[in-house]
């Protein structure tokens, strides 16, 4: 596994249990942000107080602004943008809610995982994730 990935799935470990608290506290999450900053420290980024009534898309849209302003500042190595959306599960076609995770990293690595989930009984039960190739929107020229 290279650096890339590795730094990857680090986010993934680090913002899945926040989806998760939001899933079970308020039955859904609104889109958030995480970046692995040079040091090897994460920090988290989340959509001004003000704009946290937006349409999902517009609060994703100002996230990714952040993300890239950071990477542009050589201040990220590695981002993670986490949203929900409707799946489409491979195996049966059935529609399924989901959490994605974006995964960018400076060393022109870029993944979309999509991990379906089940909220039931005040839990979630995440399913096997699904891998995609990433747009590379964050460090898009940098590497």
């Known amino acids: 596994m290279s650096d890339a990935q590795t730094e990857a799935e680090e986010l993934v470990n680090a913002v899945l249990p926040h989806a998760e608290d939001m899933l079970i506290a308020h039955g859904e999450f609104l889109p958030f942000g995480s970046a692995m900053t040079l040091d090897g420290d994460i920090a988290e980024l989340s959509v001004a107080e003000e704009n946290r009534d937006s349409p999902v898309e517009a609060i994703v849209e100002e996230l990714k602004l952040s993300l890239r302003g950071g990477a542009g500042s050589n201040n990220f190595r590695a981002t993670a943008l986490v949203f929900p959306i409707h799946a489409q599960l491979p195996d049966s076609g059935d529609e399924t809610e989901a959490v994605a995770i974006a995964l960018d ?13 089940i909220l039931s009984g005040g839990a979630v039960e995440f399913g096997e994730a699904i891998a995609q190739e990433g747009e590379h929107e964050i460090f898009h020229g940098q590497h």
Not at 105 to 117: C, D, F, G, K, R
């Open 105 to 117: 990293h400076q060393a022109n690595y870029s993944v979309v995982l999509i991990i379906p989930y």
